[in-house]
């Protein structure tokens, strides 16, 4: 019942922020990144607390949490499944084949004991999206039709109250590319519909299943004028220094129910994003982080914004951290942990910087659910060997 005022997230405003504590706005024009407060440095406030072997190097995918669990999507070899933490140890658990450059699966979790995979599989022009239940996963939940030959392999999804798994991926369009879903309830898939509009380039997409509504986000991307296009069939030209996201609101047809809205400026260099939704309210309560990949100077790494939504109008965008290598930055708990452009780690709390020789040569993955003291996350060694618990104050 706390989701039945989701659609509330298309029709009510929102005075102020809640939720987890953000960094102060500036009050001169957001967009403008010199002008943003930028964080001091600090001494390390992060410790390894302990190391948990996995069976083996594997490819690991996104986390997902439930009760003192950890889920997180994993390949080894060609195998697709998922690996399990307690806090102490990790099973790896087999639920798919899987081939050539596919993606790990993407976990769902309902409760402590449900788990769904999302992921593709099949090779070449046989390759699709499939849902699976890991407690019996001979038998998909459902399958999204084969897609066209595309070098993407970005794709979403969220699990909704009643059972049924809202499936959200990118495929080549007239336009370059559009963002296209399907819903997967009683063993089948719907036909697959369009998100993005059309005339927009849109990719990497990221779902949210909030009551009645489902909530896209993409990455949109600046077209190039037409002297500068491709040629056919490649499709009109992308201009790489120009990207944003773009946040649209839909009701269990596809049909949207709010006015195309832009979560960052169109002035930016969006390379991916992610959202945050630790505890689930209403109205909602989400955090979009987002990497811009914008230098003042060369091989200074880009800027993490982060974007609060609570209403039909996204907060200002908020400078979180700088120096940022690669990906988005893991933003939990008020604290956002990241890789530098050196690869070194570090973290960003209360506007203050640190750099931390605890997350050197790791990618942080998700926080604890449990956490006894501080802030305790989950973060995977770089060869996929081992993951470790590293404690933050």
Same mark, same amino acid.
């Given at each position: ?214 909530? !896209? ?11 500068? +296009? %491709?040629? =056919?069939?490649?499709?009109? @030209?992308? #201009? ?112 203050? !910087? ?11 993955? +998700? %926080?604890? =659910?449990?956490?006894?003291? @501080?802030? #305790? ?17």
């Amino acid at each position: 019942m706390r989701f039945v005022f989701g659609m509330a997230l298309l029709y009510m405003g929102c005075s102020s922020f809640c939720g987890t504590p953000k960094p102060t706005p500036q009050e001169e024009d957001p967009t403008d990144r010199d002008a943003a407060p930028h964080a001091v440095e600090g001494k390390p406030r992060c410790d390894s607390q302990a190391k948990i072997a996995l069976p083996g190097a594997m490819e690991l995918g996104r986390a997902r949490t439930t009760g003192s669990r950890v889920i997180i999507g994993a390949r080894r070899k060609n195998r697709a499944g998922y690996v399990d933490v307690d806090g102490v140890t990790a099973r790896f658990i087999e639920v798919s084949d899987v081939t050539g450059d596919m993606p790990p699966p993407l976990p769902l979790v309902s409760g402590e004991k449900k788990i769904f995979l999302v992921g593709y599989e099949g090779a070449g022009k046989t390759r699709h999206l499939v849902a699976r239940d890991a407690a019996e996963p001979t038998k998909a939940l459902g399958e999204l039709p084969a897609e066209p030959p595309d070098e993407s392999l970005a794709f979403d999804a969220a699990l909704r109250l009643d059972g049924s798994i809202v499936v959200a991926w990118d495929a080549p369009s007239d336009d370059g590319s559009a963002v296209m879903a399907s819903v997967i309830r009683g063993g089948k898939a719907s036909e697959p519909a369009r998100l993005s509009p059309k005339e927009v380039d849109a990719d990497t997409p990221r779902v949210l299943a909030l009551g009645p509504t489902i909530l !896209a986000m993409w990455i949109a991307h600046r077209p190039l004028p037409k002297t500068d +296009a %491709a040629a =056919p069939p490649e499709g009109a @030209g992308q #201009d790489l220094d120009k990207t944003w996201i773009e946040m649209l609101g839909f009701d269990d047809g596809f049909h949207a129910t709010s006015p195309l809205r832009h979560v960052t400026p169109d002035t930016g260099r969006v390379t991916t994003f992610d959202l945050v939704n630790e505890a689930p309210s209403v109205p909602p309560s989400i955090d979009v982080v987002a990497r811009d990949g914008i230098e003042m100077h060369a091989g200074e790494g880009g800027t993490a914004i982060v974007v609060h939504v609570s209403g039909p109008e996204p907060g200002a965008p908020v400078v979180l951290a700088d120096h940022v290598g690669r990906g988005v930055p893991l933003f939990a708990k008020g604290m956002a942990l990241f890789d530098g452009p050196d690869g070194r780690g570090r973290a960003v709390f209360a506007d203050t !910087a640190t750099p931390e020789p605890a997350l050197d040569g790791a990618r942080p993955l +998700a %926080a604890l =659910p449990q956490a006894q003291e @501080g802030r #305790d996350f989950l973060v995977a060694s770089e060869d996929g060997a081992e993951l470790r618990v590293v404690r933050c104050r």
